[in-house]
């Protein structure tokens, strides 16, 4: 006579409220030739193909607190029914007084039909110690939180809701036009702050800026009074050079260039005379052969 173990379907078991995960088999004995029950016969759980105990804690419950202490023993009807708190295969083994021994793998697995796990179950009791109370007392809530009370020096107490009198002077339905954004800013005199109204094109009053306004004619030149000092050069007239001029404001000036020095002459040449060129402000008494005239 041998022992064989059955493992039918979970949906035969009590529900489970907590959803754990459930295996039951049937220890049967040979005797004859059929197969009939075996109570009586006590029941071990082994990592499968090991003599290793099954490290995960089994229930013979599915609401049951404490674990099963193996062996257990099979009621009259052979049948031994395990919970546990995850899915997991292990191999029992059973021992009869008179039939001897057997060993067979048994499934645990989450029924598919337990009963939903209600509300409280995500929230914890209490009691639990693995979970913070709500509310929390002062002592259990971390520094670093922003949940603190109002006797918290670190934090401005947000005071009692009201409602809103009025937003930028304006009472009831409230729209703002483009006039209004300034308000809604630093005021100018604050000097952390630049206006908006001229933060990207910067006042006149900017020194680190260029007046975009400073020339206004064609022709303008800016030129330097002195150090970090622009101005306006206006244009000068036609024929007129940039001539520098330390008496000038801006040190440069427009003006006519003189006259040049040699306004005409002659080149004189002649018998036993060296060629030279002659400079006066008339025709020469007494020209000779080979003069070059240029008035």
């Known amino acids: 006579m041998t022992l064989t173990l059955a493992a039918p379907a979970p949906s035969a078991a009590p529900r489970s409220s907590a959803s754990r995960c459930y295996g039951q088999a049937t220890i049967l004995m040979r005797r ?10 006590l029941v071990t759980a082994y990592l499968p193909g090991t003599s ?42 059973a021992v009869h007084p008179v039939l001897g021994r057997a060993r ?3 499934d ?34 971390p520094a670093e939180f922003l949940t603190q009370t109002e006797g918290d020096a670190r934090y401005a107490a947000l005071g009692a809701p009201g409602a809103v009198a009025s937003v930028n002077g304006q009472t009831g339905v409230v729209v703002l036009a483009a006039a ?9 005199a604050d000097a952390r ?3 908006l109204d001229s933060a990207y094109t910067k006042g006149e009053s900017d020194a680190r800026y260029v007046p975009a306004a400073l020339p ?17 050069l206006p244009l000068g007239t036609s024929g007129q050079v940039l001539t520098a001029d330390s008496a000038q404001t801006l040190g440069v000036k427009w003006a006519t260039p003189a006259a040049p020095g040699i306004t005409s002459g002659y080149w004189q040449a002649g018998a036993g005379t060296t060629p030279k060129l002659t400079v006066q402000s008339s025709a020469p008494s007494s020209p000779a052969t080979g003069d070059l005239w240029d008035w």
């Open 108 to 141: 645990l697995e989450p029924d598919p039909d337990a009963a939903p796990e209600p509300v409280d179950a995500y929230t914890k009791t209490e009691s639990d110690a693995r979970y913070l109370q709500a509310p929390l007392t002062a002592g259990q809530i």
């Open 104 to 106: 067979g793998v048994l």
């Open 180 to 188: 209004d954004v300034g308000a809604l800013t630093q005021a100018a």
């Open 216 to 232: 206004d004619a064609k022709g303008d030149l800016l030129a330097a009074s002195g150090p970090d000092a622009l101005a306006r």
């Open 193 to 195: 702050y630049e206006p």
């Open 32 to 41: 004859g030739g059929g197969l009939t029950t075996a109570d009586a016969a």
């Open 52 to 93: 290793t105990p099954y490290p995960d804690a089994l229930y013979g419950g599915p609401d049951a607190t404490a674990p099963l202490a193996f062996p257990v023993a099979t009621g009259g009807d052979g049948v031994v029914a395990l919970w546990a708190d995850a899915p997991g295969r292990l191999e029992l083994e």
